[in-house]
């Protein structure tokens, strides 16, 4: 067993050097150029921002970069989604299903650190906050170890009142993030067809302007970058986790002084990429090994996009496979290190 292991070892590093040797899309103009990331999570919204009548979202990103066609994680659910954007883990890697996240009080997953976490390793006097409807996103993804400021709040109208309130009393926080859930709620309650879901995107996208109006009022957006997402989409009559366009296709909007305006990013782009977009913003390095998000092309001005380390999901899945059938022997864990 240790010679495997040895010889995975090996094999993982040679192909560590391989890619850190051709990486590409790293500039020093734009790597580190903000003080601030905004993330703004719409729970259920898909690419349903493309609409026309998505007037502040369009107001907001039409000098901005666009995806519409961002792939969510496999499983088309909340847990595993925002986990993958907060931790740029794959979800066949972290395995967040919704229970996972927000039945426990403790990070049963801490061994994938979250974005904020990695901020905090970086810089560890910059303000941090997550500030969130679904208040699971506090309990099994944010770290509650590192002084984040957590408010868990509903409905939409009061969490949006919450960041209104903690941004207009000065705080000035280095990573932001929050979801809303009521378009969510309209989905499953009446599809993603029906009027009362297009009248939640709506207030949804008023929700999105004041926060933004909010931020630029405070002089936050200057050096910042205001990233709006959602998880998953939902079918026509409502409902998500599979495999269709409406639940796996969302969106990934990002305004900032050094985004290519009008940008549609290039191909291959996942939900869990705006883990690697937050951080590059803020020049700050992933540290979590079975990181696998990327800065797309098309994003940043002379960022040609990076390669994505798709070989560490390999090696991960056949690392972890070697693991279980280990264990299913009989031997405990702690025997194979
Ligand atoms: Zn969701």
Request: with cysteine; hydrophobic share 40%; proline share 3%.
């Amino acid at each position: 067993m240790k010679k495997i292991l040895a010889l995975l070892l090996t094999l993982t590093m040679l192909m560590t050097v391989c890619v850190t040797g051709s990486a590409d899309g790293q500039n020093e103009n734009t790597y580190g150029a903000y003080k601030h990331v905004f993330i703004i999570g719409i729970d259920g919204a898909g690419t349903f921002f493309e609409k026309d009548y998505m007037t502040e979202f369009h107001r907001i990103f039409d000098n901005g970069a666009v995806k519409y066609g961002a792939r969510t994680e496999t499983k088309t659910d909340s847990g595993p989604n925002w986990t993958s954007i907060l931790t740029g883990v794959s979800y066949f890697k972290h395995g967040a299903e919704n229970g996972v996240v927000s039945g426990t009080q403790e990070r049963v997953f801490k061994k994938y650190p979250s974005i904020f976490s990695v901020v905090h390793d970086a810089m560890p006097d910059a303000e941090l906050a997550s500030i969130v409807n679904w208040g699971a996103v506090n309990i099994g993804i944010v770290e509650d170890e590192i002084g984040v400021t957590e408010i868990s709040i509903g409905p939409d109208d009061a969490t949006v009142e919450a960041i209104v309130n903690y941004f207009n009393e000065g705080h000035s926080p280095a990573l932001f993030f929050t979801q809303l859930d009521e378009v969510d709620a309209a989905g499953h309650g009446f599809g993603s067809s029906s009027a009362e879901y297009e009248k939640a995107m709506k207030e949804a996208d008023e929700r999105i302007g004041i926060i933004y109006d909010c931020l630029e009022e405070n002089g936050l957006l200057e050096d910042g970058l205001f990233i709006v997402t959602a998880d998953h989409g939902h079918k026509e009559t409502g409902g998500h986790g599979r495999f269709s366009k409406l639940e796996s296709y969302s969106t990934i909007a990002v305004a900032g002084k050094t985004v290519v305006s009008g940008g549609s990013m290039d191909n291959d782009v996942k939900l869990r990429d705006i883990a690697a977009i937050s951080l590059y913003a803020l020049g700050v390095e992933p540290t979590e090994w079975s990181f696998t998000a990327r800065v797309p092309g098309n994003l940043f001005k002379d960022v040609s996009g990076q390669t994505r380390p798709y070989y560490r999901d390999i090696i991960d899945f056949i690392c972890g496979g070697i693991m279980w059938i280990y264990t299913n022997l009989g031997h405990p864990l702690d025997e194979f290190f």
